[in-house]
């Protein structure tokens, strides 16, 4: 695959302004561990090889399990996941995969039954940044694994 163009150089300043929000999660409500289920779950979705790239070697290094990683597709499925990760997964694929109609109440009231009014705020949050990276890396093309020395990625060693 070849990169179209090159995003951050070609609009430094709107770069900046979605990797200050990116940082700004990083001390949100909702934990790692769940950020970079919901990272990888969306990426999985919106097919961003880039994203999916990244977010698993993050997750690595952030210390998840190869099992977890391979079970983040099948959720639904796994018992490797506790409730509120699920709760986190089922609002990512909602969130990500707007459909007509909205999100059901039903979904809303499951995922209030596992985290806060502000950790789904922030929740949401998460999945429109990683929706608005994707988006811009698969329009781009811009190639898996590109960025692993810039961004530390190659301690993963996933390589």
Known sequence: MTQRLNYAQQSPELFRKLSELSMALK???IDQKIQDLVHIRASQINGCAFCLDMHVKEAKIHGESELRLYH???WRESNLFIPRERAALAWTEAVTKLHEG????????????QLSEKEISDLTFAIM??????????????????ADKAYGLDRAGLN
Not at 102 to 113: M, W
């Open 129 to 146: 940044v990683i929706n608005a990276w994707n988006r811009a890396s698969i329009a781009f093309k811009t190639v898996p694994g590109s």
């Open 72 to 74: 983040i597709s099948i």
């Open 27 to 29: 001390d949100s409500a």
């Open 102 to 113: 909205g999100i059901p109440d039903e979904l809303y009231e499951r995922v209030r039954g």
